[in-house]
């Protein structure tokens, strides 16, 4: 199984962009997707979740900014951001919760980078 990320890149504050994560592989099913993020000298830290059945949740500093969203037919979750400030810079990593046969496991996209500067 892998996670494949894209849609990284660089934008100016108060920009627009849209991240995709697609799931691969021999997958039973998929619980929780989500997003983090990595910034230059900080510790990886939560961005948002959706559950298997829609549920989100989202951490404070993008509340009304960032949206994410799956679609169960392509295994894929997304993560629309709004607004981007110089502090959304980081790297994104997407993470789901994975169903092989009955077991569940964890894995972890490769990272796309977003980049938000004037």
């Known amino acids: 199984v892998q996670l494949q990320a894209s849609g990284g890149g660089s934008v100016q504050p108060g920009g627009s962009l849209r991240l995709s994560c697609a799931a691969s592989g021999v997958i039973a099913g998929i619980n929780t997707m989500a997003w983090f993020r990595q910034a230059p000298g900080k510790q990886r830290e939560l961005v948002a979740t959706i559950g298997g059945g829609g549920s989100t949740y989202y951490a404070d500093s993008v509340k009304g900014r960032f949206t994410i969203s799956r679609d169960n037919t392509k295994n894929t979750v997304y993560l629309q951001m709004n607004s981007l400030d110089a502090e959304d810079t980081a790297v994104y990593y997407c993470?789901?919760?994975?169903?092989?046969?009955?077991?569940?496991?964890?894995?972890w996209g490769q990272g796309t980078q977003v980049t938000v500067s004037s």
């Open positions: 993470n789901a919760a994975i169903f092989r046969g009955t077991v569940l496991y964890n894995y």
